[in-house]
Protein backbone atom coordinates (compact mmCIF):
# COMPACT_ATOMS: atom_id res chain seq x y z
CA UNK A 1 0.00 0.00 0.00
CA UNK A 2 1.23 3.22 -0.99
CA UNK A 3 0.26 5.57 1.61
CA UNK A 4 1.70 8.93 0.41
CA UNK A 5 -0.24 8.00 -2.95
CA UNK A 6 -3.63 7.00 -1.23
CA UNK A 7 -3.57 10.33 0.69
CA UNK A 8 -2.78 12.50 -2.12
CA UNK A 9 -5.01 10.66 -4.53
CA UNK A 10 -7.38 11.68 -1.16
CA UNK A 11 -7.14 15.46 -0.70
CA UNK A 12 -7.61 15.90 -4.46
CA UNK A 13 -10.87 14.09 -4.13
CA UNK A 14 -11.83 16.33 -1.03
CA UNK A 15 -11.56 19.53 -3.54
CA UNK A 16 -13.50 17.69 -6.17
CA UNK A 17 -10.63 17.46 -8.61
CA UNK A 18 -9.90 13.97 -9.98
CA UNK A 19 -8.65 11.95 -6.62
CA UNK A 20 -10.39 9.26 -5.08
CA UNK A 21 -12.10 8.55 -1.61
CA UNK A 22 -9.21 7.01 0.31
CA UNK A 23 -10.45 3.03 1.57
CA UNK A 24 -8.36 1.78 4.16
CA UNK A 25 -10.78 -1.06 4.98
CA UNK A 26 -9.25 -3.72 6.94
CA UNK A 27 -5.67 -1.58 6.92
CA UNK A 28 -3.06 -1.73 9.30
CA UNK A 29 -1.99 1.56 10.36
CA UNK A 30 -0.44 0.83 13.63
CA UNK A 31 1.82 3.65 15.33
CA UNK A 32 1.77 5.46 11.88
CA UNK A 33 2.05 9.53 12.10
CA UNK A 34 -0.61 10.84 10.24
CA UNK A 35 -0.43 14.29 12.34
CA UNK A 36 -2.49 17.10 10.04
CA UNK A 37 -4.03 14.88 7.53
CA UNK A 38 -7.69 15.41 5.93
CA UNK A 39 -9.32 12.31 6.05
CA UNK A 40 -12.84 13.37 6.05
CA UNK A 41 -15.30 11.02 4.30
CA UNK A 42 -11.99 8.31 3.99
CA UNK A 43 -13.51 4.66 4.92
CA UNK A 44 -11.02 3.19 7.32
CA UNK A 45 -13.79 0.52 9.00
CA UNK A 46 -11.80 -2.15 10.98
CA UNK A 47 -8.43 -0.28 10.40
CA UNK A 48 -6.05 -0.77 12.88
CA UNK A 49 -4.60 2.63 14.25
CA UNK A 50 -2.90 1.42 17.46
CA UNK A 51 -0.39 3.71 19.12
CA UNK A 52 -0.99 6.15 16.07
CA UNK A 53 -0.35 10.07 16.11
CA UNK A 54 -3.29 11.24 15.09
CA UNK A 55 -3.22 14.83 16.30
CA UNK A 56 -5.59 17.80 14.61
CA UNK A 57 -6.29 15.13 11.77
CA UNK A 58 -9.87 15.33 10.14
CA UNK A 59 -12.28 12.17 10.34
CA UNK A 60 -15.42 14.73 9.68
CA UNK A 61 -18.15 11.55 8.38
CA UNK A 62 -15.75 9.37 7.97
CA UNK A 63 -16.45 5.71 8.26
CA UNK A 64 -14.45 4.94 11.39
CA UNK A 65 -16.71 1.54 12.90
CA UNK A 66 -14.67 -1.10 14.54
CA UNK A 67 -11.55 0.54 14.02
CA UNK A 68 -8.73 0.19 16.79
CA UNK A 69 -7.86 3.34 18.16
CA UNK A 70 -6.30 2.02 21.22
CA UNK A 71 -3.42 4.11 22.93
CA UNK A 72 -3.37 6.66 19.84
CA UNK A 73 -2.89 10.23 20.45
CA UNK A 74 -6.23 12.08 19.11
CA UNK A 75 -5.09 15.88 20.30
CA UNK A 76 -7.68 18.24 19.15
CA UNK A 77 -9.05 15.71 16.01
CA UNK A 78 -12.11 16.16 14.39
CA UNK A 79 -15.16 13.78 14.24
CA UNK A 80 -18.04 15.45 13.47
CA UNK A 81 -20.24 13.56 12.07
CA UNK A 82 -18.20 10.15 11.63
CA UNK A 83 -19.66 6.96 12.30
CA UNK A 84 -17.40 5.01 15.02
CA UNK A 85 -19.96 2.20 16.24
CA UNK A 86 -17.51 -0.62 18.05
CA UNK A 87 -14.46 1.34 17.73
CA UNK A 88 -12.04 0.77 20.19
CA UNK A 89 -10.76 4.34 22.12
CA UNK A 90 -8.98 2.53 25.01
CA UNK A 91 -6.63 4.69 26.48
CA UNK A 92 -6.67 7.24 23.65
CA UNK A 93 -5.85 11.22 24.32
CA UNK A 94 -8.66 12.68 22.74
CA UNK A 95 -8.10 16.57 24.77
CA UNK A 96 -9.99 19.38 22.61
CA UNK A 97 -11.24 17.00 20.25
CA UNK A 98 -14.49 17.71 18.24
CA UNK A 99 -16.77 15.14 18.23
CA UNK A 100 -20.46 16.42 17.93
CA UNK A 101 -23.08 14.31 16.42
CA UNK A 102 -20.76 11.71 15.68
CA UNK A 103 -22.29 7.90 16.18
CA UNK A 104 -20.00 6.17 19.59
CA UNK A 105 -22.59 3.43 20.00
CA UNK A 106 -20.66 0.60 21.46
CA UNK A 107 -17.41 2.15 22.05
CA UNK A 108 -14.90 1.54 24.38
CA UNK A 109 -13.52 4.78 25.50
CA UNK A 110 -11.72 2.86 29.11
CA UNK A 111 -9.29 4.94 30.89
CA UNK A 112 -9.46 7.49 27.76
CA UNK A 113 -8.58 11.21 28.48
CA UNK A 114 -11.28 13.19 27.24
CA UNK A 115 -10.40 16.40 28.63
CA UNK A 116 -12.70 19.63 26.89
CA UNK A 117 -13.59 16.95 24.50
CA UNK A 118 -16.81 18.20 22.75
CA UNK A 119 -19.25 15.65 22.25
CA UNK A 120 -22.40 18.02 22.02
CA UNK A 121 -25.23 15.71 20.38
CA UNK A 122 -23.42 12.81 19.88
CA UNK A 123 -24.79 9.66 20.25
CA UNK A 124 -23.05 7.60 23.16
CA UNK A 125 -25.42 4.73 23.55
CA UNK A 126 -23.73 1.42 26.04
CA UNK A 127 -20.28 3.39 25.44
CA UNK A 128 -17.74 2.39 28.29
CA UNK A 129 -16.72 5.23 29.58
CA UNK A 130 -14.33 3.34 32.41
CA UNK A 131 -11.87 5.73 34.79
CA UNK A 132 -12.05 7.71 31.39
CA UNK A 133 -11.47 11.89 32.68
CA UNK A 134 -13.71 14.35 31.07
CA UNK A 135 -11.95 17.10 32.57
CA UNK A 136 -14.62 20.49 30.91
CA UNK A 137 -15.95 18.25 28.74
CA UNK A 138 -19.19 19.53 26.72
CA UNK A 139 -21.71 16.99 26.52
CA UNK A 140 -24.88 18.88 25.57
CA UNK A 141 -27.33 16.94 24.51
CA UNK A 142 -25.84 13.99 24.04
CA UNK A 143 -27.12 10.31 24.19
CA UNK A 144 -25.51 7.96 26.63
CA UNK A 145 -28.44 5.70 27.36
CA UNK A 146 -27.01 2.81 29.20
CA UNK A 147 -23.65 4.30 29.14
CA UNK A 148 -20.92 3.17 32.35
CA UNK A 149 -19.13 5.90 34.00
CA UNK A 150 -17.96 3.96 36.56
CA UNK A 151 -14.73 5.47 38.11
CA UNK A 152 -14.90 8.31 35.89
CA UNK A 153 -13.50 11.87 36.54
CA UNK A 154 -16.41 13.90 35.17
CA UNK A 155 -15.09 17.05 36.52
CA UNK A 156 -16.87 20.52 34.85
CA UNK A 157 -18.46 18.08 32.63
CA UNK A 158 -21.28 20.08 31.21
CA UNK A 159 -24.28 17.11 30.53
CA UNK A 160 -26.63 19.71 29.98
CA UNK A 161 -29.84 18.31 28.48
CA UNK A 162 -28.22 15.19 27.94
CA UNK A 163 -29.76 11.70 27.74
CA UNK A 164 -28.14 9.37 30.78
CA UNK A 165 -31.35 7.06 31.38
CA UNK A 166 -30.15 3.49 32.42
CA UNK A 167 -26.07 4.88 32.69
CA UNK A 168 -24.16 3.49 35.02
CA UNK A 169 -22.34 6.47 37.04
CA UNK A 170 -21.29 4.49 40.33
CA UNK A 171 -18.09 5.92 41.49
CA UNK A 172 -17.99 8.66 39.17
CA UNK A 173 -16.22 12.15 40.44
CA UNK A 174 -19.38 14.74 40.12
CA UNK A 175 -17.45 17.57 41.21
CA UNK A 176 -18.93 20.91 39.80
CA UNK A 177 -21.20 19.37 36.85
CA UNK A 178 -24.19 20.57 34.91
CA UNK A 179 -27.08 18.22 34.97
CA UNK A 180 -29.49 20.96 34.30
CA UNK A 181 -32.39 19.44 32.24
CA UNK A 182 -30.18 15.96 31.85
CA UNK A 183 -32.40 12.85 31.76
CA UNK A 184 -31.66 10.62 34.77
CA UNK A 185 -34.25 8.47 34.27
CA UNK A 186 -33.23 4.75 36.28
CA UNK A 187 -29.49 5.84 36.03
CA UNK A 188 -27.11 4.29 38.86
CA UNK A 189 -25.90 7.41 41.26
CA UNK A 190 -24.39 4.76 43.49
Known sequence: ?????????????????????????????AEVDLAGVNLAGANLAKANLRGANLIEVSFSSADLRQ????????????FWGAKLQGANLTGVDLTDSILRGADFTGVDFTGANLTRANFAGADLTK????????????????NFTEANFSGADLKRANFRG?????????????????????????ANLG
Open 1 to 29: MDLKAILHDHAAWLNSTSGKQADFTGANL
Open 67 to 78: VNFTDATLIKAN
Open 127 to 142: ANFTDAIFGGGNLIEA
Open 162 to 186: ANLTEANLAGANFTSINLRGANLKR
